[in-house]
Antibody, heavy 121, light 109 residues
Framework: QVQLVESGGGVVQPGRSLRLSCAGS????????MHWVRQAPGKGLEWVAV????????LYPESVKGRFTISRDNSKNTLSLQMNSLRAEDSAVYYC??????????????WGQGTLVTVSS | EIVLTQSPGTLSLSPGERASLSCRAS???????LAWYQQRRGQAPRLLIY???SRATGIPERFSGSGSGTDYTLTISRLEPEDFAVYYC??????????FGPGTKVDIK
């Protein structure tokens, strides 16, 4: 079955960097676009980034553009999120999620269990 | 920018009752690119509905989606104990590319 496992979360000071990873299994990883979605404590969901199946296209909302970089290694079935210049408002559970449709970003048919990032001095 | 509004914020119902959750968009969503998710406490979201009315794999028939344009509804025909959770709608393909509604909590009356 499809499995997505995030790692790399933790406590980091404002202005510092952190790199998250997501390991995919149970499906052909290289066939799917992948996303990061976050959820601040007690709040709703916010889309963070998407990368195409081959890594050629990545897109971000304005809230993280220029600070976050999504990447993937299809040889290792791994998705990453490099987060720089972190702010308190970036504190959240970060989920990786699979996009089942090739082409434009769509919906998410599988989610990991999430990894918690806390930005605090 | 497409903004999604969900109502009510909280819906208090009893098991066996029917639940109707609303998601309204600030502008028309092209091709009914709207999805619904369920999030139980402490868990990741789970896809219920995509394309406004298509049930995701493994989702019980008591969940149904409807609507078009700016107004969408998720209906749970008869609430089971495991259905008490938070529900989010999400649009895709608009501007910005992906946005979520603030959620509706369905709790036990």
């Amino acid at each position: 079955q499809v499995q997505l496992v995030e790692s790399g979360g933790g406590v980091v000071q404002p202005g510092r960097s952190l790199r998250l990873s997501c390991a995919g299994s149970g499906f052909i990883f290289s066939n799917y676009a992948m996303h990061w979605v976050r959820q601040a404590p007690g709040k709703g969901l916010e889309w963070v980034a998407v990368i195409s199946h081959d890594g050629g296209i990545s897109l971000y909302p304005e809230s993280v553009k220029g600070r976050f970089t999504i990447s993937r290694d299809n040889s290792k079935n791994t998705l990453s999120l490099q987060m720089n210049s972190l702010r308190a408002e970036d504190s959240a559970v970060y989920y990786c999620a699979r996009d089942p449709i090739q082409g434009a970003p769509d919906y998410f048919d599988s989610w990991g269990q999430g990894t918690l990032v806390t930005v605090s001095s | 920018e497409i903004v999604l509004t969900q109502s009510p914020g909280t819906l208090s119902l009893s098991p066996g009752e029917r639940a109707s959750l609303s998601c309204r968009a600030s502008q028309s969503i092209s091709s009914s690119y709207l999805a619904w998710y369920q999030q139980r406490r402490g868990q990741a979201p789970r896809l219920l509905i995509y394309g406004a009315y298509s049930r995701a794999t493994g989702i019980p028939e008591r969940f149904s989606g409807s609507g078009s344009g700016t107004d969408y509804t998720l209906t749970i025909s008869r609430l089971e104990p495991e259905d008490f959770a938070v529900y989010y709608c999400q649009q895709y393909g608009g501007s910005p590319l992906i946005t979520f509604g603030p959620g509706t909590k369905v709790d036990i009356k």
